[in-house]
């Protein structure tokens, strides 16, 4: 029997499925919003996206400003640049909208204008005093989960590390969810964002701290991911794989924001922050390796992972099952043609025992690995993924 107290935190409001970008306008008045920052990047200003968030918003009598300046993997000083123009006038709400980026930058500049010294003093696990200024979360991928989720993520640049502002005030007010606008999105970030969806799914399923609540949402969402995932980078105007993957990274994302992740985002960061690759290769290379080792701290569930994700293992043994679930996902990742190994990133054998350190400190994800991992372990898992 599980006697974990279950518990579920969430966004205010989630908006879900085709359309529900429309009720953008409605629920920033519901909020009492008279001027909302848009807080986003190029890409979505040159989809057209940004003009339409702007429009949603004036015609409900909303003043709208635009910071357009994200970068992806955002580092202080772009937090900064943004901060700086949310105060130039009274907003009353943040949107952001696009990647895990632009959401992560709106929800810390929303808790900057109401607290005092700078984000250095936030980053860590309930650090932020005051509620910010409310947000409402729109992606525009299908990935990082970023809408639901009180984690935000940014590069801190003189420690070359990625950390965390972790906070219940990072939550939106808000969290729209609309495939419609991740039909523009091309291929390699469909591929990127989702694997990354995938992980988040496969790691909360299998942390520590995941109840049955949270497993409800990380089954649903491998199920619907891996349907999903293969179409929606193939064919991208595929309706209902973008769908599957819209509703399957949102239930990732609500199912991390609970459970938390495991060893393949600790692992992953130092990639980003030393390497700059990408957040969601980083983490689709690496999460079949750690799969592999983590097999015996959960064996049941890795089995049952093979069976969400449509193997034919019935007439396996369990432990089979349970190797056969890293394989499903390593065959995800090679059909998706994205750098195969950490050599193809660039990322040489002598940075292993470096990364490995940076990877052990993020404590706050290696408590939730189902297996306990040493730096040794660590450095093996990044050899083989070499
Ligand atoms: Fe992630």
Not at 39 to 61: A, F, N, Q
Request: proline share 5%; net charge negative.
């Amino acid at each position: 029997m599980d006697n974990k107290i279950i518990s579920l935190r969430t966004p205010h409001l989630i908006l879900a499925g085709f359309g529900a970008s429309e009720r953008l306008g409605q629920e920033a008045r519901a909020i009492g919003a008279w001027k909302a920052l848009v807080v986003t990047d190029r890409g979505v200003v040159d989809s057209g996206t940004g003009k339409k968030v702007r429009g949603l918003l004036e015609k409900e009598g909303i003043g709208a400003e635009t910071f357009d300046r994200v970068i992806s993997d955002p580092d202080v000083g772009c937090l900064e640049a943004c901060l700086d123009m949310a105060k130039e006038e009274p907003y009353d709400l943040i949107v952001g909208v696009g990647g895990g980026s632009p959401m992560d930058i709106a929800s810390i500049t929303s808790v900057m204008l109401t607290n005092p010294g700078t984000v250095y003093d936030y980053f860590g696990i309930n650090l932020v005093k005051n509620p910010g200024v409310p947000t409402i979360l729109i992606p525009t991928t299908a990935g990082t989960g970023a809408e639901v989720t009180q984690n935000a993520i940014l590069t801190d640049t003189r420690e070359k590390l990625k950390k965390a502002v972790v906070s219940p005030y990072i939550l939106p007010r808000v969290a729209i969810v609309d495939p419609s606008l991740t039909l523009s999105m091309p291929p390699s970030v469909t591929s990127s964002s989702g694997i990354d969806a995938l992980t988040h799914a496969i790691e909360s399923y299998t942390s520590n701290n995941a109840t049955l609540l949270t497993d409800l949402f990380a089954k649903e969402a491998i199920i619907r991911i891996g349907q999903s995932l293969r179409t929606a980078v193939a064919n991208g105007n595929d309706l209902e794989a973008r769908y599957g993957m819209a509703i399957g990274s949102l239930y990732a994302g609500i199912s991390l924001a609970n459970a938390g992740v495991t060893a393949v985002h600790a692992l992953a960061y130092p990639l980003g922050g030393q390497f700059n690759v990408a957040h969601g290769i980083a983490n689709g290379l690496l999460l079949p390796y750690v799969m592999e080792f983590n097999v015996l701290g959960n064996i049941s569930k890795f089995a049952h992972i093979a069976h969400l994700l449509g193997e034919r293992v019935e007439s396996m043994t369990l432990r089979d099952q349970a190797y056969q679930a890293s394989r499903a996902v390593k065959a995800i990742y090679r059909d998706l043609v994205i750098p195969q190994s950490l050599t193809e990133l660039r990322v040489p054998k002598e940075a292993i025992p470096g990364m490995a350190k940076a990877a052990i400190q993020s404590t706050r994800l290696m408590v939730n690995n189902p297996r306990t991992m040493t730096v040794q372990d660590i450095e093996r898992i990044y050899e083989n993924a070499l």
